[in-house]
């Protein structure tokens, strides 16, 4: 009974290590045979490669959302301190003006508060309207500085994304024809791994460079447009300053007509001396 026992334990033991052997081979056939996943042909297959591509990927999407966020007109030139500014200046306020500026830590607000203090009273036919000139270019230069620079990196990961790419392709057509020197026939399956390398860091590296250079264009003119504004907007209160300074003096300039009263009398008469010939 008990050798019986025993040879039934040995069969269903080796039975069950014969079926878990076929199930492992079946399992890892299937495996072989189930498609990849989307991250396995689009990304891991490019290799090595496709690591400072990624990574480069990550920094033009961040620089793109950072400058959209720091260069907008709020934070440049907003419309409410603009008109408060040109009304305190229209008054000849320029105290009040570099004091409301100084609390703006927008570009116009930290512009005028740089700028309007080379005012010179002493001048009120141009209030040393060169001095102003002269800080105010000063200050946009070093001004450009600071919010050019994350747009400047976007056009470097924008140029590095194509040089990476490339790199990849080169390593990928090496990695092909050392295969085709060694094995001295073409077969696919052996030549598949070097080309997903060759295309996907090529197409990796195009995709970075499309959304890093339009972005770095964009960007760019916009945040010159809104330094002119921002400039503009200075001028604007110099001027209006001036204008008032000066009013009595404009208008003392300016004659009655083009010809003086004279001129505006005989005009009226001979056109009074046509209208009776008619």
Not at 81 to 86: D, F, I, N, S, Y
Not at 194 to 221: N, Y
Request: a negative charge; glycine letters at 8%; one cysteine or more.
């Amino acid at each position: 009974m008990k050798s019986t026992i025993t040879r039934f334990g040995i069969r269903a033991l080796s039975f069950g290590a014969v079926a878990m052997a076929s199930m492992s081979t079946v399992f890892a056939e299937e495996e072989a045979k189930a498609p990849k996943s989307a991250l396995d042909k689009w990304v891991i297959d490019g290799g090595w490669t496709m690591i400072p591509l990624v990574v480069l990927m990550a920094i033009a999407i961040f620089l793109v959302v950072y400058c959209l966020m720091s260069i907008n007109k709020n934070k440049f030139c907003p419309d409410e301190l603009r008109g408060q500014l040109v009304a305190l200046m229209g008054e000849c306020r320029v105290k009040s003006a570099i004091e409301l500026a100084t609390t703006s830590p927008t570009y116009l607000g930290r512009l005028v508060a740089y700028a309007l203090p080379n005012i010179d009273a002493t001048r009120p036919e141009d209030l040393g309207k060169d001095s102003i000139e002269d800080a105010i270019a000063d200050f946009a230069n070093n001004e450009r500085a600071n919010y050019m620079f994350p747009v400047d990196i976007l056009a470097l990961v924008g140029s590095l994304g194509p040089s990476i790419g490339l790199f990849g392709t080169i390593q990928g057509m090496v990695g092909c024809f050392g295969v085709l020197a060694e094995s001295g026939q073409a077969d696919p399956s052996q030549l598949a791994g070097d080309i997903s390398v060759a295309l996907l860091t090529t197409f990796w590296g195009l995709i970075v460079s499309i959304i890093s250079i339009p972005a770095f264009f964009f960007i760019k003119k916009h945040a010159q447009k809104l330094e002119s504004e921002s400039i503009n907007a200075m001028s604007e209160m110099v001027n209006t300053s001036i204008n008032v300074i000066n009013a009595e003096a404009q208008l003392a300039r300016i004659p009655e007509g083009l010809g003086g009263e004279e001129y505006a009398e005989g005009a009226e008469g001979e056109y009074y001396e046509e209208e009776a010939q008619a």
